[in-house]
């Protein structure tokens, strides 16, 4: 008779007593790829977490104290425990008192696996998980160790890339969002601006020594010759993954104003050119770039039915070029970006479920588009004749949206026409005209009529829906052929409740100051969270980690790819602290390190701050100022020449005062202004903000090409230049008793090694204030105390980023040095 694999997981649990399932029943298998695997959190005695493997009809199953290992350098302990019936899979509940494993149960992960090899019987597992927080590679290991239970050890193994046999597909519609009503927050969903340009889809395949490259829009027409500088880039990214065989990326391509927000009225003098010598004219002036969201085939194996988040991991994994290909950010709270954006004059933004799958040519409600700019496409269905100084043209655009097969009148626009545009909807509106009217209903209009087969689309702003369907005040924007009219529909809005599950109530778990959390899908175990770190304030190591995951989104594009020198205070602004640039210990896999040759020709292991999760995690180990590098790490993993020429304005200490003194601040204000003027003499555009201490900082942001020794020797003649002319105020000498009551202009930061604080990095004083930008014209009316833990948030959520941006205006400083010297 066969054994009863379940025999002691039932005998050692009452039914009666237990929500447990009791396995008696077998539950139906949902459709899934591979096995199904989960980790719940279990409060029992101790807390542990449980991870469970479905096989041979059962779940293995394994009790792991601390979670699985975060790196590859970690190897934990995970005790055999019985095995559990299927339906224990996403069990949920609390074991009462007096029950085996008392406590209350959590599903914290669930997914799929896929053995890659070994066997289970033989002691030795490895497989690949992909589920909501987890994916990657892990292997299990029995050990010798004798006890009632058998000792296993977990480690995470090296991630590898995705391979398979999936044949790649030929161009495809892309998945599309669904319309949504109110921005909202939640940890199931992540955010990401939505981009006001055309949606692309490439493809890219190696084959021998080159790369062939499909590139296509919504409407499947082909992007290839329009984009030429995005194709190159393209190119750049497989010559910099050369692992990777194929690709299928999605994403968007937009054309950036002089403020770097994309505009969709720029891109008109790209779509519809297809004359390459035109092409190559006007890409100078308005450049492409192509935005990437996601990631649908790798290396032979499709990943449209992988979770949206591991697909995105995936992407950020890609070593990509600088320049015209970027990702497209990710945001964990929705409420906060679409408040930024509204400052900002952005589009809105896109939510997305992080377990959504990919599904080609859908409208989902797994994705939901919520605006701030009332724009919409629709269809060209007619025009009326003009008046006046156009009596001889068009007057204004008819304009509809299907339901079902019915096209449906939403409106008229005579706005938006320049005399090019005018030309041009002409142009393509003549060949077109019928005389049967398209519209469903014909509309009354305030002047003669003209029907047009329904061929083209047209994108309008304006300012609200009337209770009739109708648009009130559309503004023409431009005309699009990337949309078939057959897709410009009515589209229904979803309200967040609709598809946002009710969570159940959750207390956050505390173990004495330890709590672990989920952070961009990652674990993060946070530790000593109530220690004073500013004692004359209060703050706690907590507050400190809640400030940079508040400022996140603003102070990481200042931090991407940038080797930091880390400034640890273990105990607090009070205790000692060290300076760490040689990262040698165990970190999280979504970590970025890098190794750096430095000029003693010695090698470092730094850390490099490329997303949120890293920051809180730098925050934890008390990293409180943030040092980044003033240049950037290239493909190769070298650094880059320097992206900024700094000048460090650092007024004389005044006796008996600590801490920051806006009496100090106020005579180097005076010295940058000179120094800002000075520059703008010359061509020169400089960025100013405060140290966060005393003292004020310029940036003078320039196209890296030079060494370091040449940057120096540019701030040095800036600064000496400046110290002739003020003699009594300026002083260029880097010994502290020469300087006297003098503002020190300190141009050796200009150096492979140095770095000052980033822009909005906290600083270890006890005001616990933070190193914020200035308009120059404001510099005379703030004082570096404006500028604290507690503000700094709220001032960035109203007014956003002041050098959002920055290397968008980078100069070359030669030809001023050659003006001044």
């Excluded at 490259?213 to 880039?233: K, M, T």
């Excluded at 403020?259 to 519809?272: A, D, N, V, Y």
Aim: glycine share 8%; net charge neutral; proline share 6%.
């Amino acid at each position: 008779m066969k054994k009863n694999p379940l025999s002691v997981y039932q005998q050692k649990r009452n039914f009666n007593k237990t929500p447990e399932p009791s396995g008696v029943r077998i539950p139906p298998r949902p459709f899934s790829i591979g096995n199904r695997f989960s980790i719940q959190e279990h409060h029992a005695r101790r807390l542990h977490y449980d991870l469970r493997l479905e096989m041979d009809g059962v779940l293995k199953s394994w009790a792991i104290p601390k979670g699985l290992p975060a790196s590859e350098e970690e190897r934990r302990l995970a005790v055999r425990t019985e095995d559990h019936p299927l339906d224990y899979l996403d069990f949920e509940g609390v074991i009462p008192e007096g029950n085996y494993g008392a406590g209350e149960v959590f599903l914290w992960e669930i997914g799929t696996y896929q053995v890659v090899s070994g066997d289970l019987e033989k002691g030795k597992l490895t497989f690949v998980v992909s589920g909501r927080r987890h994916h990657g590679r892990y292997t299990l290991v029995r050990t010798d160790r004798k006890g009632e239970k058998e000792a296993w050890l977990i480690m995470k193994s090296g991630s590898s890339l995705p391979e398979g046999n999936d044949p790649i597909p030929s161009p495809f519609a892309p998945m599309r969002a669904a319309l949504g009503e109110k921005p909202f927050v939640d940890p199931d969903w992540v955010f990401e601006e939505k981009w006001d340009g055309v949606r692309a889809l490439v493809r890219l395949v190696r084959e021998g020594e080159s790369v062939r490259i499909d590139l296509w829009g919504r409407n499947l027409s082909r992007f290839d010759s329009q984009y030429p500088e995005v194709v190159e880039q393209l190119c750049q990214l497989m010559e910099a993954n050369r692992s990777i065989r194929s690709l299928i990326l999605d994403g968007e391509v937009v054309a950036l104003d002089e403020k770097g927000k994309p505009s969709f009225q720029l891109l008109q003098h790209r779509m519809h050119l297809t004359d390459s010598e035109e092409i190559g004219v006007v890409r100078k002036d308005v450049p492409a770039t192509y935005l990437l969201f996601d990631l649908l085939y790798m290396n032979g194996k499709s990943l449209m039915t992988a979770p949206l988040i591991y697909r995105r991991e995936l992407l950020a994994s890609l070593s990509l070029p600088h320049g015209t290909l970027r990702l497209s950010p990710l945001y964990e709270d929705g409420i906060a970006l679409f408040e930024r954006l509204r400052a900002e004059g952005g589009e809105g933004i896109v939510a997305k479920r992080k377990d959504s799958v990919y599904s080609p040519g859908r409208r989902s409600r797994e994705w939901i588009k919520l605006k701030l700019v009332q724009e919409l496409d629709c269809v060209v269905a007619g025009w009326t004749e003009g008046r006046g100084n156009r009596s001889h043209t068009i007057g204004a655009l008819l304009l509809g949206l299907y339901e079902g097969e019915a096209l449906h009148y939403i409106s008229h626009t005579g706005s938006g026409f320049d005399a090019e545009m005018l030309r041009q909807v002409e142009k393509e509106l003549r060949p077109l005209e019928i005389d049967q009217c398209p519209f469903s209903t014909r509309p009354k209009t305030n002047a003669r009529a003209h029907w047009v087969t329904p061929r083209l689309v047209a994108r309008v702003k304006f300012t609200h829906w009337t209770q009739d369907r109708h648009l009130r005040a559309p503004i023409l924007l431009g005309l699009r052929d990337d949309i078939a009219p057959k897709e410009c529909r009515f589209e229904p809005r979803v309200n967040p409740e609709e598809v946002v599950p009710q969570k159940k109530e959750k207390k956050e778990i505390w173990i004495g100051e330890r709590v672990a959390v989920q952070f961009e899908g990652n674990r993060l175990e946070l530790g000593h969270l109530n220690k004073q770190f500013w004692p004359k304030r209060g703050y706690t190591k907590a507050h400190l980690i809640d400030y940079y995951s508040k400022v996140a989104p603003f102070v990481l594009p200042h931090l991407q790819d940038r080797p930091l020198t880390l400034i640890r205070f273990p105990e607090g602004i009070e205790g000692e602290s060290f300076y760490q640039k040689d990262w040698k210990e165990a970190a999280p896999h979504w970590v970025h390190r890098v190794t750096i040759e430095t000029e003693e020709e010695t090698h470092r292991r730094m850390i490099v701050c490329n997303n949120a999760s890293t920051l809180v995690w730098l925050a934890n180990l008390g990293n409180i100022e943030l040092h980044p590098s003033y240049s950037r790490v290239d493909p190769e993993g070298s650094l880059a020449p320097p992206d900024f020429i700094v000048f460090d304005i650092d007024p004389p200490k005044r006796e008996g005062k600590e801490g920051v003194d806006w009496k100090r601040f106020e005579q180097g204000a005076e010295v940058a202004l000179w120094l800002n003027r000075q520059l703008g003499e010359l061509g020169i555009q400089s960025h100013v903000k405060t140290t966060g201490k005393s003292g004020l900082h310029v940036f003078v942001p320039i196209i890296p090409i030079y060494s370091y020794t040449q940057t120096r020797r540019f701030a040095r003649a800036m600064a000496e230049q400046l110290q002739a002319e003020h003699p009594k105020q300026i002083t260029t000498a880097w010994q502290k008793e020469q300087r006297g009551k003098k503002v020190l202009i300190d141009f050796n930061q200009n150096a492979a090694g140095k770095t000052l604080a980033s822009i909005y990095s906290l600083r270890a004083v006890p005001e616990a204030t933070v190193s914020f930008p200035i308009k120059w014209e404001a510099l005379r009316r703030v004082s570096p105390l404006d500028y604290t833990m507690e503000s700094v948030p709220d001032l960035l959520t109203k007014s956003g980023d002041l050098w959002e941006g920055i290397l968008k205006s980078a100069q070359d400083p030669m030809e001023a040095l050659k003006k001044l010297q």
